[in-house]
């Protein structure tokens, strides 16, 4: 059977989100593995219209359409699956992400583009519909993780079961892309051969601003540490790559698995600079010597406030001074340092968000990432403004974006035009500082890194502008 898998990017500061997508990555490589032919369109990152879509569809004629969608792309995916239809395209679609698993039903009720709603991991709910249609079955009661019709109805069977042995699943068929069209976010970028990489699934942690247990859950489900070396040695030994990016929700949950992993990286001499995300109640410091003789160059850790009440809304369960710590220690053993803050979390105040700026500035990491809440469907955060019946009705999903120009909540203590001032306070505080500009300037390693910095920068600016209307 042949399968067309779409992704959806979206446009922020710095223009189309331009990662690999893993998680079509991870349908293909198991469609693939079961006997399917598989290919992966990424029309915004390749300029092709939906117009142009449609005749690539026509031409390639797959059996099944998959199209990926996180929140902000989900009018995208609409509009994509839109012109299909208009061009009397009849191939069924399948739409699935963290978006629709918040709403699968409500989905197929009102967008009858859509014949197919999977919600939860998507691997195994795509292989069983494969395998249905492949066999032009039409009842899919026994496929967990869909919503389909039947009879004018939309039916929902039950949800899927986490995937336990994650080192069951293929790596992702990276094959099906150039995957040098790729590059990883701006702050983290080197100008090297870079790659993106997912090493666990399911964050116990319960933040409030989080969807990423509606598909994931919160049981932590990690590949081993000998996968892992497997699949960093493939892409080195494939694409020649120099550069990953970890983007597991929190790449030190288990400390004695990265040492694992650290340890056979040094052992096998893989000569590799590599970028995570982890928790400052995670680390330690002789776990970050160990990362830094690995390889690890930059680890990004979300502090999101400098006011332990605000700390307490969101239930972030971080300590400020063992951020201060960690940061310390980061910086005496050469590890670049990104901490993020978000400001409108519940309870936020200008106070607090005034002492989130100091507390940034003292911090001292490389970089700071100011954002605002973006309450997403799925998230706590979510259901307690919608509950309140402070989301904004009247935008679409696209606005869904932490950096976006428009805020979808009425915060219960601060305006629109508030948030933006403070995120204007914020970067203007924290880059136009001579010492951190000198911190920042220190790091950079070439000039095609000081480019891409340039470009960052440049886009903040301009966003800082919109923010202060």
Known sequence: MKIALINTSFRDIYGYEKMFPLGLGYIAAVLKQNGHEVSIIEPQIDNISNDELGGLIIEEKPDLIGISAVTPTFPEAVKIARAMRGRNIKTRIAIGGVHVSCFPERILNEYPEFDFAVFGEGEYTMLELCNKLEEEESDFNSVNGLCFRENGAVLKTKPRDYIMDLDSIPMPARDLVDLFRYRLPL????????????????????????????????????????????????????????????????????????????????????????????????????????????????????????????????????????????????????????????????????????????????????????????????SQAYEQYNREGRMKPNLDWDSYSPKGSNIVFDHENLSEKELGLLLVRAYRSFYLNPVNLFRILKSIESVAQLKVLLIGMYSIVKQMLKWKE
């Not at 001074?321 to 978000?342: D, M, T, Y």
């Open 187 to 378: 702050h983290i970028e080197k100008g090297k051969k870079s790659a993106s990489v997912i090493t666990s699934r399911g964050c116990p942690a319960k933040c409030v601003f989080c969807s990423s247990k509606v598909t994931m859950g919160h049981q932590f489900r990690p590949h081993s540490s000998e996968y892992v070396i497997k699949e960093i040695e493939h892409l080195i030994s494939r694409y020649n790559v120099k550069h990953i990016q970890f983007v597991d929700d929190t790449f030190t949950i288990s400390s004695e698995r990265i040492k694992k992993i650290c340890e056979e990286i040094i052992r096998r001499k893989i000569d590799l600079e590599w970028h995570c995300f982890a928790r400052v109640e995670t680390v330690s410091e002789e776990l970050l010597l160990l990362m830094k003789q690995a390889g690890c160059s930059t680890i990004l850790f979300g502090i999101e406030s400098g006011d332990e009440s605000v700390l307490k809304n969101i239930k972030k369960g971080i300590n400020l001074k063992k951020a201060e710590e960690v940061h310390r220690i980061c910086r005496k053993i050469g590890i670049n340092v990104l901490s993020s803050f978000i400001f409108g979390n519940p309870g936020e105040t200008r106070e607090t968000a005034n002492k989130t700026i100091t507390f940034a500035l003292n911090l001292k990491p490389t970089f700071a990432l100011f954002y605002r809440l973006v309450p997403y469907p799925g």
